[in-house]
Nanobody, 121 residues
Framework: QVQLVESGGESVRAGGSLRLSCAAS????????MGWFRQAPGKGREGVAA???????SCADSVKGRFTISKDNAKNTLYLQMNSLKPEDTAMYYC???????????????WGQGTQVTVSS
């Protein structure tokens, strides 16, 4: 069974940094494309960043230069380092995994429960 558990979300001031983590079961980690998505109230789910099993990454223009996706294979953990946070980054952040390389499209088969990030001005 595929399991994804996010953590690290909290309230921060604009300009601050956070690192989100996603602990993945082995089944969700090996050979999978993994991604971070976010959803603000009243808005659709937006792809933030993705990483292929071979380490190739992609990210949305809105976070390019500020957010970095990475993974620790030894810990089966996906990360999202978020710097220079802005109030518009406020959202629930979700981790996702799939054998299909959906990248920033929200078509992943497996999702975590989300972790809330709130950025105040």
């Amino acid at each position: 069974q595929v399991q994804l558990v996010e953590s690290g979300g909290e309230s921060v001031r604009a300009g601050g940094s956070l690192r989100l983590s996603c602990a993945a079961s082995r089944a969700a980690y090996s050979g999978y494309c993994m991604g971070w998505f976010r959803q603000a109230p009243g808005k659709g789910r937006e792809g933030v960043a993705a990483i292929h099993s071979d380490g190739i990454t992609s990210c949305a223009d809105s976070v390019k230069g500020r957010f970095t996706i990475s993974k620790d294979n030894a810990k089966n953990t996906l990360y999202l380092q978020m710097n220079s946070l802005k109030p518009e980054d406020t959202a629930m952040y979700y981790c996702a995994a799939d054998r299909i390389a959906w990248e920033l499209m929200p078509n992943y088969a497996n999702w975590g429960q989300g972790t809330q990030v709130t950025v105040s001005s």
